[in-house]
């Protein structure tokens, strides 16, 4: 079973500029989140999507940030204009549904990461 | 405020040795508990996830604990190896759709 993928593994841009971050999920998992960790800090939520609706965007930090997931597949994140303090490393993870309302312990599958560096 | 703290920061042990890393936590409502193991340049890996029930759980050399009243939990590697060298986070999670707040982590260094 392939794991979780993303697209870039790096990316350098400069300040003002456009960058779209790719992350595919496990075949099958409903659930897609989207992390960031930011230089010396701790790994922290930005999002979390159950098929292609929003369920929790609760961390993404303004209005500059875009994430989609169109048909529930694959989902995209888009920075736009980028500033000095985007640069961290994002990650996505994906796990299966779990009950409405319940607690079922589904664990997350983390990619490698998106180093993006803002210069 | 949710947050998770952990210690050491930092932590050397020579191979063959055990080593015990420390979590404490805050979040409310807890659900459950999770160690991740994170190499350089890769993604956070689970090593094992614990309710609020559970109060010890094994993978491996690998060995949990969770007291829910105190909100610690601790994570004892036996026997470490090279390949042990990691960074090692605790991450708790609230109720519902299982937000998860991480620790910073510590970082494992195992010698020959």
């Known amino acids: 079973e392939a794991g979780v993928t993303q697209f870039p593994s790096h990316s350098v841009i400069e300040k003002g500029q456009t960058v779209t971050l790719r992350c595919d999920p496990i075949?099958?998992?409903?659930?897609l989140y989207w992390y960031r960790r930011v230089m010396g800090k701790e790994i922290k939520f930005l999002l979390h999507f159950v098929k292609e609706s929003k369920q929790d965007e609760s961390g993404m930090p303004n209005n500059r940030f875009l994430a989609e997931r169109t048909g529930g597949t694959y989902s995209t994140l888009k920075v736009q204009p980028a500033e000095l303090e985007d640069s961290g490393v994002y990650f996505c993870?994906?796990?299966?549904?779990?009950?409405?309302?319940?607690?079922?312990?589904?664990?997350?599958?983390f990619g490698p990461g998106t180093r993006l560096t803002v210069t | 405020k949710n947050q998770v703290e952990q210690s050491p920061q930092s932590l050397i042990i020579l191979e063959g040795k055990n080593c015990t890393l420390q979590?404490?936590?805050?979040?409310?409502?807890?659900?459950?508990l999770r160690w991740y193991k994170q190499d350089t340049g890769r993604g956070p890996v689970s090593l094992t996830i614990m309710t609020f029930s559970e109060n010890t759980k094994s993978n491996g050399r690998y060995t949990a604990t969770l007291d829910a009243d105190t909100k610690q939990s601790s994570l004892h590697i036996t026997a470490s190896q090279l390949s042990d060298s990691a960074s090692y986070i605790c991450?708790?999670?609230?109720?519902?759709?299982?937000?998860?707040?991480f620790g910073t982590g510590t970082r494992l260094l195992v010698s020959p």
């Open positions: 979590c404490n936590y805050t979040v409310s409502p807890f659900s459950n």
């Open positions: 993870a994906s796990s299966h549904l779990g009950l409405a309302g319940g607690l079922t312990l589904y664990e997350q599958y």
């Open positions: 991450v708790v999670s609230g109720a519902g759709f299982q937000k998860l707040v």
């Open positions: 075949s099958g998992h409903d659930n």
